[in-house]
């Protein structure tokens, strides 16, 4: 500690003592000024001039200052010397006196009135105030009128490195992706200086990293950070602390030095593939499951985070791949096997599948290191469930006559249970749709009955539904609807549309159209009515009138004489 005390103030006062060698004296000597001034009338005698007006009447002041300097910090025993004050005009008489006035004047500097003498009486601090503005004069110590005008000069006060460097926005953090090349700029830092910029080397800083090699490097000059190792993986570590130094003097010794702190994060990138978990997962799953339901879940795990770490999921082989499907669950990022068709346990028991996950977002800079996908195998069982009967068609369409007698068979439903245990099916109508119980049904074969007689021109369509049970599980049923058509037979006679009244006058001619009559039937033949028209018997004979047929259904009665077709 001594010998950088003393480096440091004899680095401090050689610049002092070279300008105080190298100055001009601040003192000259000004001859007197011994002319007369002669006014007319006047009763003066030049040698009774008073001595006043002689020094006040001189050509030129007899001093100049400028400035003067003192050491800042500088708390010695004694007040410290920061120079004097001087006149050609004291001739060492004692009969001058300095006055000094302005910054500090009394309170920091202190002036000796007799030899000049200016002392600073207090420790002085730059970075509080840098200099002082003071005025000089010399009096006259008998009266205090003064010799001479004021004279302004300057104390400076000279810096000496008492401040350490600063970080003022630390501690830092930064970021800096992983994988990136040697030499990457990660940040920069800056500390600052309070002690004097232009004089000597006490702000010069130089950064330097404490701690943090071999991972990154610093510009002494431009305190810019780097990456000093190519390809720093986060997987592996994904912080780094770095301590950072900042030391004044331009870094050499003696000089002061503050530290700060930086937090390096290194970002992810995708320069990882996502792995499956295991190469073969296995799953059950009744047959009865619902479609869309979860099968299972598969995990393709991946080191990196975020969208780096997002995958796709497909099945791109195996024998079920038109009755599975995998999403992609975006939370937790496994794929999710969900069931598109139904299952049948007595058709297939099992199923193998091969599923692939790929990363979504693929870095081309990472390409090299293989395809960013993987695959596995998937095993599905099929396990038997207790499913309600199957009948042997989704509906069925029955036809019978209208006469059909009662109790006959009209069509038979069939069902069977599709379970390996092949429960017996007892067959049964809801009666909600056979309200007038048209119709029975043999519950062990399921032949169905005629119950009542059926009249087709009352109702063509009679719509039942059939339900199917399992005898050892009651809780197992199935419903078929069965539509029964009712065909029609020649069972109701035709009837005039209406009643007919004619009348004709009695000059009418012979083949004159009298009436034109139609006919109905509620009966339905295929190729639809033809009805055959005759008079009465007891009108069959009567020569005055005749039925003639026109086209359709439609007849004309027409008087006898000549033939005439009615429209």
């Known amino acids: 500690m001594p010998e950088r005390l003393a480096e440091m103030l004899l680095d401090l006062w050689t610049p002092l003592i070279i300008l105080w060698i190298t100055l001009p004296p601040c003192i000259y000597m000004a001859p007197m000024n011994q002319s007369q001034v002669l006014t007319s009338g006047s009763r003066l005698e030049p ?45 060492g008489s004692k009969k001058i006196k300095y006055i000094l006035s302005g910054d500090g004047a009394g309170t920091i500097f202190q002036i000796n009135d007799i030899t000049g003498d200016i002392h600073a009486i207090k420790r002085l601090d730059r970075e509080e105030k840098a200099e002082y503005t003071l005025t000089a004069q010399a009096v006259d110590w008998e009266t205090n009128k003064p010799l001479e005008p004021p004279s302004e000069f300057i104390i400076k006060v000279q810096d000496i490195n008492d401040n350490a460097p600063e970080f003022l926005n630390g501690p830092y953090h930064a970021t800096v992706p992983e994988m990136s090349i040697l030499g990457t700029s990660v940040t920069n830092v800056t500390a600052t200086d309070a002690d004097d910029p232009v004089y000597g080397n006490s702000a010069k800083l130089v950064y330097s990293i404490l701690e943090g090699q071999p991972y990154f490097s610093i510009e002494p000059e431009t305190a810019i950070i780097k990456t000093a190792l190519p390809n720093m993986d986060r997987e592996a570590k994904e912080e780094y602390l770095v301590v950072i130094q900042a030391k004044d003097m331009g870094g050499h010794s003696g000089g002061l030095s503050g530290t700060t702190t930086l937090t390096v994060t290194l970002t992810d990138v995708n320069d990882n593939p996502p792995k499956f978990a295991q190469s073969l997962y296995h799953f059950s799953v009744p047959e009865d499951v619902v479609l869309g339901a979860a099968v299972g879940r598969v995990k393709a795990n991946d080191q990196d985070i975020g969208e780096n770490a997002q995958s796709s999921y497909d099945i791109i082989d195996g024998d079920g791949t038109a009755l599975f499907e995998i999403t992609a669950d975006a939370q937790a990022q496994d794929g999710i096997i969900r069931l598109r068709k139904p299952l049948d346990f007595e058709t297939k028991k099992s199923y193998t599948l091969k599923v692939e996950a790929a990363n979504v977002h693929v870095d081309p800079r990472f390409s090299g290191r293989g395809p960013f996908k993987d695959t596995a195998t998937v095993k599905i069982v099929v396990e038997d469930a207790d499913e309600p009967p199957v009948f042997s068609s989704p509906t069925y369409l029955l036809e019978v006559h209208e006469n059909a007698a009662l109790n006959s068979v009209i069509g038979q439903v069939t069902a069977r249970d599709p379970d390996i245990t092949s429960s017996p099916i007892r067959f049964s109508i809801d009666r909600h749709t056979d309200l007038e119980r048209q119709f029975n049904i043999n519950a062990d074969d399921g032949k169905i009955t005629l119950a009542t007689p059926l009249d087709r021109e009352l109702s063509v369509w009679h719509n039942i539904t059939i339900i199917a049970t399992e005898i050892r599980n009651h809780s197992q049923i199935s419903r078929v609807p069965v539509a029964i058509k009712v065909l029609d037979v020649n069972d109701n006679a035709p009837e005039f549309a209406s009643e007919y009244e004619a009348f004709l006058c009695e000059n009418g001619k012979p083949g004159q159209v009298i009436q034109t009559v139609s006919a109905m039937d509620k009966d339905d033949p295929k190729n639809g009515h033809y009805f055959l028209y005759s008079l009465l018997p007891e009108m069959a004979n009567n020569p005055n009138f005749t039925i003639k047929k026109n086209e359709g259904k439609y007849i004309s009665i027409v008087k006898q004489g000549e033939i005439s077709i009615g429209k």
């Open 47 to 91: 040698n009774r001039q008073s001595e006043e007006q002689r020094i006040l009447n001189r050509s030129k002041r007899g001093w100049v200052w400028n400035q003067m300097f003192v050491l800042e910090e500088f708390s010695g025993p004694e007040p410290i010397l920061v120079g004097r004050l001087h006149t050609d005009l004291d001739p």
